[in-house]
């Protein structure tokens, strides 16, 4: 079964989205999110949160988070151009928090409950949000597809925009 619970256009700046359950998201520290990862684009080494990062510097982008019952199935035939997987573990007593940057949009995400998650995280339009950062019209869209599951490393499925290349050298290759 699949629960939607978010489907909108968030506005950003510096291509800044967290999820987080204590204190504030990223604060800009690279290494207290990607230690010990291989993707660049979705961090999640750091227990209070992940840390993802969009193709377009500022504006408008398409995101969709789902909560499912378990794995969804890797369609090779998807549009999606970039997908990474990500493990976290929401602590009891904690609700997860979605945030751009600074604080400027964010919501809750009550319906997922504690327990230890997986996070796949598939990206469109990374290339064209990198291109036209300050683009009026929405120009990447991301899904983010979360289920209960045992941590796991975490996983790049899927690789194809010039930009997530960039940042998986750069933020990710830290194992």
């Not at 683009?135 to 796991?152: G, I, K, R």
């Amino acid at each position: 079964m699949e629960r939607v619970l978010l489907d909108q256009v968030i506005m950003t700046d510096y291509g800044q989205f967290d999820l987080h359950w204590a204190g504030y998201g990223f604060d800009g520290i690279f290494e207290r999110f990607f230690d010990d990862q291989v993707n660049g684009l979705v961090g999640a080494s750091n227990a209070d949160g992940i840390y993802l990062h969009f193709g377009r510097r500022s504006g408008g982008s398409d995101v969709r988070i789902v909560l499912l019952d378990e794995a969804p199935e890797l369609n090779p035939a998807s549009p999606w151009e970039d997908i990474v997987e990500v493990s976290f573990t929401l602590p009891e007593g904690h609700f997860i928090r979605w945030t751009s940057w600074g604080d400027e949009n964010s919501g809750e995400l009550r319906d997922v409950t504690p327990g230890s998650y997986r996070l796949r995280t598939s990206a469109r339009g990374r290339d064209e949000g990198h291109d036209g950062e300050f683009s009026d019209e929405v120009v990447d869209h991301y899904l983010l597809e979360m289920w209960p599951a045992s941590p796991q490393p975490d996983a790049i499925l899927c690789s194809s925009s010039k930009d997530a290349e960039y940042w998986h050298k750069t933020w990710g290759s830290r194992r």
